[in-house]
């Protein structure tokens, strides 16, 4: 039986430096975060449903009959992950987390970082509210993380 021939492999890590338009939606929302620590949305005339991140049309009906609402900062949490690993694979003491929050008023949410709780004390449902950063910049890192609502 003829021995497998292993091909010749490199190893290495490509950075890649990008950008790319937010677009009429994401640049407003962006903006508001960054200038008032205000979530918009978009509401369909049509469903009603409202929109978090914000969409220039509605998903349901397809119509781009929409307008521009504010949606509270705080919201139900979806789901949740966690993991003791960096994203260069070392393992950490402590994790870190991801969660998904459906705002309040709104029929979609945001995946982001959760702070301020450890996985045990996180149960679906329970309310989150965000925590901004005090210098911000007009990007998703602008919110530093959700929290456990203190109220």
């Given at each position: 039986?003829a021995?497998?021939?292993v091909?010749?492999?490199?190893?290495?890590?490509i950075q890649?430096?990008?950008k790319w338009?937010?677009?009429?939606a994401g640049e407003?929302?962006f903006t508001?975060i960054?200038?008032?620590?205000?979530?918009?949305?978009?509401?369909?005339r049509r469903?009603?449903?409202?929109?978090?991140?914000?969409?220039i049309?509605c998903?349901e009906?397809?119509?781009?009959?929409m307008?521009w609402?504010?949606?509270q900062?705080?919201g139900?949490?979806?789901?949740?992950?966690?993991?003791?690993?960096?994203?260069d694979g070392k393992?950490l003491?402590e994790?870190?987390m991801?969660g998904?929050?459906?705002?309040d008023?709104s029929?979609?949410?945001?995946?982001?970082?959760?702070?301020?709780c450890?996985?045990?004390?996180?149960k679906?449902g329970?309310p989150?509210?965000?925590?901004?950063?005090?210098?911000?910049?007009?990007?998703?890192?602008?919110i530093?993380?959700?929290r456990?609502?203190?109220?």
């Amino acid at each position: 039986m003829a021995k497998e021939k292993v091909g010749l492999r490199i190893s290495g890590k490509i950075q890649i430096d990008y950008k790319w338009s937010l677009g009429k939606a994401g640049e407003r929302f962006f903006t508001e975060i960054k200038e008032n620590k205000t979530i918009m949305g978009t509401k369909c005339r049509r469903c009603c449903r409202v929109l978090v991140p914000p969409r220039i049309f509605c998903e349901e009906c397809f119509v781009e009959d929409m307008i521009w609402v504010e949606v509270q900062p705080r919201g139900r949490l979806v789901t949740f992950g966690e993991s003791y690993f960096s994203t260069d694979g070392k393992r950490l003491k402590e994790p870190w987390m991801l969660g998904i929050v459906r705002l309040d008023g709104s029929n979609g949410g945001l995946i982001h970082f959760l702070g301020e709780c450890r996985p045990e004390d996180l149960k679906i449902g329970m309310p989150m509210e965000i925590v901004f950063k005090d210098e911000r910049e007009g990007n998703i890192n602008d919110i530093s993380y959700f929290r456990p609502a203190k109220n």
